[in-house]
């Protein structure tokens, strides 16, 4: 059995924007009301993790909230990582960063290799609106392209995650301008996933929401578009992802749900705060412990 990442989630489901399309508040797997977790579980999970990792090569923080909200427990758990595993991802909206730069460089010596940022939009305030980041004004505005930079000068790699939207990119040409931005900036990879929602969904505004939203066939035209510009494909990964190569950029087409059709894959296993440790996001069933 192959799995491909250790999602490891942090916190609570608190977070501090308010993405209507939000995948998290869509799935049914719950999470304590409380940021602590069971140690006890976390040494067994990284235990199964080390033993059956046919393929594993990264850690991926992450939350039904916003994981930067427990900065402690971050800590807490990159520490206990201790380099077990060869690439250590966060997950972010990315708002918090900026007041964050001394961690992050602590995170980065303890192993933390990634930063993944979530976004919509190249304009900072067209980003925030659709993601309900308040845009308020002044220097604590938060600026997706700045915190870029500040990231770069940890030292940390940092991921694009552009979920595309009719209201946002969708478009082909949109998603270029993206690239363009993304190469200028010295992004180290980017993805591109359509807003979807999963089969089960048990939060009827999200889906009503993303109903309207959803561009269908969006990733597909992107696909047809990058393959008629000659884009080198440089990999094609299990779940269907594809990335390729776009004048030097990383540019990843994938998918917002963790599922895949290989009976020999599940993708990941995933670790709650309260010391379940799953396969899924969807069903509270999807358990190992």
Known sequence: MKTHT????????????????????????????????????????CRIVEMASDGLITVLLTGKGEPMLYPHQITQYIEQINFRFPLIELQTNGTLIKDNLELLRHWRDEGLTLVCISMTHVDHIQNNSLMGIPNGGGPRQYRLWETVELLQETGLNVRLNCTMLKSGIHKPEDAERVITKCAMAGVDQLTFREVEMPDRVVNADVAAWIKEEKPVGAAKKLHHYLEMKEATRLLELPHGAIVYDVNGQNVCISNCLTGTTDPNDIRQLIFFPDGRVAYDWRYPGARIL
């Open 6 to 45: 250790f999602s490891i989630v942090v916190g609570t489901d608190a977070c501090n924007a308010n993405c209507p399309f939000c995948i998290a508040k869509m799935t049914a797997s719950e999470v304590p009301k409380t940021p602590d977790f069971d140690q006890g579980r976390f040494n067994t999970a």
